[in-house]
């Protein structure tokens, strides 16, 4: 089957540094996707790891490791607006390219 | 580049009515949408793929004569909840994608439905 794993929820200070994790167990894999929602809001996109290591896109990076099933993302000099849910999706190689979304997490960001 | 939009945003109707939604792309052709249902604080499941000109694929659990959608063209595709009961209601979200964008998937504003 296909599973991706997500933390459901984690509290983080504003100007810290906060990592969310992502574990998937897929058939396939064609890339790992990151995007932020905010509540009532469609996804908006952060970032794309198809190949192992780091990408860095300003406060954000994302993390791949294909060998363990593995991403996160890192959100450095939190803000309050970062407050929100992160969404990893894994993107099937077969077919339709069809997205497989992880569980969620919601991050609450405190002044 | 990359729009897609949602119409309606929101929409409240009784139960038994059926209610269309549509989703289209502004400034790109998309040869394949994708409909995604969420539930309130939960993540995106998705319910069914559509091509141009096409059936449209469901995932396990949807119910096709339920969620009716048709992708009768490159840029709108809609989908039609038939007979809606209060547990239909939810945020329903469309995405779309190209060939000249690659597999990228570009996401709509979102739509949500209250049955009363």
């Known amino acids: 089957g296909q599973n991706i794993d997500q933390p459901t929820e984690m509290t983080a200070t504003e100007g810290a540094i906060v990592q969310i994790n992502c574990t998937y167990q897929t058939s396939g894999f064609n890339g790992l996707f990151w995007y932020q929602q905010h509540a009532g809001e469609a996804p908006t996109f952060l970032s794309y790891?198809?190949?192992?290591g780091l990408e860095e896109k300003g406060r954000f990076s994302s993390f791949l490791s294909r060998s363990k099933g593995y991403s996160y993302l890192l959100l450095k000099e939190l803000q309050m607006k970062d407050s929100a849910s992160y969404l990893c999706?894994?993107?099937?190689?077969?077919?339709?390219?069809?997205?497989?979304f992880g569980t969620g997490t919601r991050l609450k960001v405190l002044a | 580049g990359a729009v897609v939009s949602q119409h309606p945003s929101w929409v409240i109707c009784k139960s038994g009515t059926s209610v269309k939604i549509e989703c289209r792309s502004l400034d790109f052709q998309a040869t394949t949408m994708f409909w995604y249902r969420q539930f309130p604080k939960q993540s995106l499941m998705l319910m069914a793929t559509?091509?141009?000109?096409?059936?449209?694929?469901?995932e396990q659990g949807v119910e096709k004569d339920k969620f009716l959608i048709n992708h009768a063209s490159l840029t709108l595709s809609t989908l039609t909840v038939t007979s809606a009961h209060p547990e239909d209601s939810s945020f329903y979200i469309c995405s779309a994608r190209g060939v000249r964008k690659g597999y990228e998937q570009y996401f709509g504003p979102g739509t949500r439905l209250t049955v009363t």
């Open positions: 559509s091509n141009e000109g096409s059936k449209a694929t469901y």
């Open positions: 999706a894994v993107r099937d190689p077969e077919g339709t390219y069809k997205y497989i």
């Open positions: 790891n198809v190949l192992d």
